[in-house]
């Protein structure tokens, strides 16, 4: 009788870790794995942030890091949607054509769905902070999180081309840096 007993309870016991195993590998194979979803930051959304999703995007596909990467304004100007002159011409120099590209406006839903929000500069920030108290944690200027330093992206808007150049600079400077350090954080679920 304690034999058969003891040998029912061991069935038992692994029928149910079977089943609480499988259960894991089908949880695992109905909810993948999320990309991080980045949202770049300037005021407009016609330069600066524009630029800096292009290129994360080339940098991305290079590298072949997986997120979604977006861009967006903190101020913009419903008759300047357009990506700027020189910032398409930047761009179309490193052989990536962003004439399709429209500013769009920071949602309360861009805020929900990114986990990182990456901006030009310090006041971008402190818009961002001051509009969505809830984005606390994961709102940075691209120079913060990237090296840790305080530094703004300089606004290119109505400047001579060397300008853009200079932002175009910066970018390469960060962006590498932020996206590996984004690539290499434990993906969202």
């Known amino acids: ?50 630029m800096a999703e292009a290129l994360a995007k080339q940098l991305t596909a290079k590298n072949h890091w997986k997120m979604n990467i977006e861009s967006r304004g903190v101020n913009v100007n419903p008759k300047e949607t357009t990506p700027e002159k020189g910032t398409q011409t930047l761009l179309k120099e490193r052989g990536i054509d962003i004439s399709d590209h429209r500013a769009q406006s920071l949602t309360e839903q861009d805020i929900a769905k990114a986990q990182y929000l990456l901006t030009m500069t310090a006041s971008h920030k402190e818009k961002v902070l001051k509009n969505y108290p809830q984005s606390a944690g994961k709102v940075f200027t691209l120079a913060e999180f990237a090296k840790n330093e305080q530094k703004d992206l300089d606004d290119p808007w109505g400047k001579p081309m060397d300008a853009y150049e200079k932002v175009a600079s910066q970018l390469d400077t960060y962006l590498p840096l932020a996206l590996a350090k984004i690539a290499a954080a434990k993906p969202a679920k």
């Open 1 to 50: 009788m304690y034999f058969k007993t003891t040998l029912r309870n061991i069935l038992f016991t692994l029928s149910a870790l079977f089943i609480s195993t499988s259960a894991i590998h089908a949880a695992d194979a109905v909810s993948p794995q999320v990309e991080p979803e980045v949202i770049f930051i300037c005021t407009g959304n016609t330069g600066r942030s524009p």
